[in-house]
C-alpha cells in the first residue's frame, strides 16, 4: 500500500517515509538509506522507542540486533520467503534473541517475493509493536509468529545455551 507505480525507480525508504507522514503527521519518520553493516551504522536509532527490521540480509540484521541489545531496545523482526513469513519481539535482557529463534541462520531466499505475504507480515509486526508500546510490561515478547499458507503459528523460544547475546545478560 506504500507504493505505486511512479515510485519505481525511486529510493523505497524515502517513499515509505514521506507515505507514512502523509498518514500520521505527528510522528517523527526518518527515512535512512545508508548501508548497514554494523551496530556502528544504528547510531541514528538510539533515541527510538522500538525498532522495526524489514531487512533482506543476514548481516544487516544481526548488525541492527547488536546495536538493539546493547542499548535496551526492544525491536520487532519481520521476513519473508515466498509465500511464508515470520515476525519476533526481541526485547532485550527479557526475550531470546534472533539467533535463538533461529532467524540469523544461513539465508535461504526464494527467487520472489510476494506483496501479500509482505502486507501479512508487515501489519503483524505493526500490532505486535503497538502492543508493546501500549503495554511493555504485558507484551508476549519471544513468540516466533509463523506465517504460513494463511495461517500463523506461534512458537515460543528460549534462549540457547551457547548464545553470545543472550548468555552476555
Given at each position: 500500500?506504500?507504493?505505486?507505480?511512479?515510485?519505481?525507480?525511486k529510493n523505497k525508504a524515502d517513499?515509505?517515509?514521506?507515505?507514512?507522514?502523509?498518514?500520521?503527521?505527528?510522528?517523527?519518520?526518518?527515512?535512512?538509506?545508508?548501508?548497514?553493516?554494523?551496530?556502528?551504522?544504528?547510531?541514528?536509532?538510539?533515541?527510538?522507542?522500538?525498532?522495526?527490521?524489514?531487512?533482506?540480509?543476514?548481516?544487516?540484521?544481526?548488525?541492527?540486533?547488536?546495536?538493539?541489545?546493547?542499548?535496551?531496545?526492544?525491536?520487532?523482526?519481520?521476513?519473508?520467503?515466498?509465500?511464508?513469513?515470520?515476525?519476533?519481539?526481541?526485547?532485550?535482557?527479557?526475550?531470546?534473541?534472533?539467533?535463538?529463534?533461529?532467524?540469523?541462520?544461513?539465508?535461504?531466499?526464494?527467487?520472489?517475493?510476494?506483496?501479500?505475504?509482505?502486507?501479512?507480515?508487515?501489519?503483524?509486526?505493526?500490532?505486535?509493536?503497538?502492543?508493546?508500546?501500549?503495554?511493555?510490561?504485558?507484551?508476549?515478547?519471544?513468540?516466533?509468529?509463523?506465517?504460513?499458507?494463511?495461517?500463523?503459528?506461534?512458537?515460543?523460544?528460549?534462549?540457547?545455551?551457547?548464545?553470545?547475546?543472550?548468555?552476555?545478560?
Open positions: 500500500f506504500l507504493y505505486t507505480y511512479e515510485d519505481i525507480g517513499v515509505a517515509a514521506e507515505r507514512i507522514r502523509l498518514y500520521s503527521q505527528d510522528t517523527d519518520v526518518r527515512s535512512v538509506t545508508e548501508k548497514i553493516e554494523g551496530p556502528e551504522d544504528m547510531a541514528f536509532a538510539a533515541q527510538c522507542d522500538i525498532v522495526f527490521l524489514a531487512i533482506d540480509n543476514n548481516a544487516a540484521r544481526r548488525a541492527v540486533s547488536d546495536f538493539c541489545f546493547e542499548k535496551g531496545i526492544p525491536f520487532v523482526n519481520g521476513g519473508i520467503n515466498g509465500f511464508l513469513g515470520n515476525a519476533y519481539v526481541c526485547i532485550p535482557g527479557k526475550t531470546p534473541c534472533l539467533e535463538c529463534a533461529g532467524l540469523l541462520q544461513e539465508e535461504n531466499k526464494t527467487t520472489f517475493s510476494i506483496s501479500t505475504t509482505a502486507g501479512i507480515v508487515g501489519a503483524l509486526q505493526a500490532e505486535l509493536g503497538i502492543r508493546y508500546l501500549l503495554s511493555p510490561q504485558s507484551c508476549e515478547g519471544g513468540i516466533l509468529h509463523i506465517f504460513d499458507n494463511g495461517a500463523i503459528t506461534k512458537l515460543k523460544i528460549r534462549k540457547g545455551d551457547k548464545c553470545r547475546q543472550c548468555n552476555n545478560l
